[in-house]
């Protein structure tokens, strides 16, 4: 059982075109980050939510609690922006982080 | 600014052997994890050290052994190293371990068990 689950699992775009990564989960959160790996394998993280939504230069976070649910959106995308997106919840009964398997980003020139 | 710094990058070892990875912060972090990257898995946690002198088990702690030496370093044991600990290894720390406290990332240790 994965209490974080993201959609698509693989995705490839046109430089350019509009970009979703889904997020759901099944636990209670006090909050969700977005996190971004990278080929070389670092992880930085992008967002932390808890209510509403975020913006960070073309990439959009939002967050629907009741729907347990979170977007990543990425604007304009860029071959840049390809690497692997990794969502995680904060557990407020487990005081412990969820992990997605991540969703991996190709942006094609 | 360092950040969090993991050595090595890379390791191959043959079943059996031992061998330690080592885990800087210098951003004065209270918290300090350890977790394990396998494939089609999300990143599952292993150890992690509230503050120096504290450490609790993780999802996956069977087979490792931690040590918090001090603020700054956290250090991750395999004693006897079995081929399903090939994985890759990240070091993270954060201020309290509180949703709303971001964690910050080591760059990662390849670690392949023949």
């Known amino acids: 059982k994965n209490e974080v689950e993201q959609s698509p699992q693989n995705l490839t775009a046109q430089e350019g075109e509009f970009i979703t990564i889904n997020c759901s989960y099944s636990v209670g959160i006090s909050a969700l980050h977005w996190l971004q790996q990278h080929p070389g394998g670092g992880i930085v993280s992008l967002f932390m939510?808890?209510?509403g939504k975020k913006k960070h230069g073309r990439l959009i976070a939002t967050i629907n609690i009741q729907e347990k649910h979170s977007s990543l959106h990425i604007t304009a995308s860029h071959p840049r922006d390809s690497a692997v997106y990794i969502c995680?919840?904060?557990?407020?009964?487990?005081?412990?982080?969820?992990f997605g398997t991540g969703t991996s980003l190709t942006v094609i020139p | 600014n360092a950040g969090v710094t993991q050595t090595p990058k890379f390791q191959v070892l043959k079943t059996g052997q031992s061998m330690t990875l080592q885990c800087a912060q210098d951003m004065n972090h209270n918290s300090m994890y350890w977790y394990r990257q396998d494939p089609g898995m999300g990143l599952r946690l292993i150890y992690y050290?509230?503050?120096?002198?504290?450490?609790d088990k993780g999802e996956v702690p069977n087979g490792y052994n931690v040590s918090r030496l001090n603020k700054r370093e956290f250090s991750l044991r395999l004693e006897s190293a079995a081929p399903s600990q090939t994985s890759v290894y990240f070091c993270a720390s954060s201020l309290p371990r509180t949703g709303d406290q971001p964690q910050h990332f080591g760059d990662g240790t390849r670690l392949s068990i023949l």
């Open positions: 050290s509230a503050s120096e002198g504290t450490t």
């Open positions: 939510l808890s209510s």
């Open positions: 995680a919840v904060f557990s407020n009964t487990g005081n412990q982080f969820y």
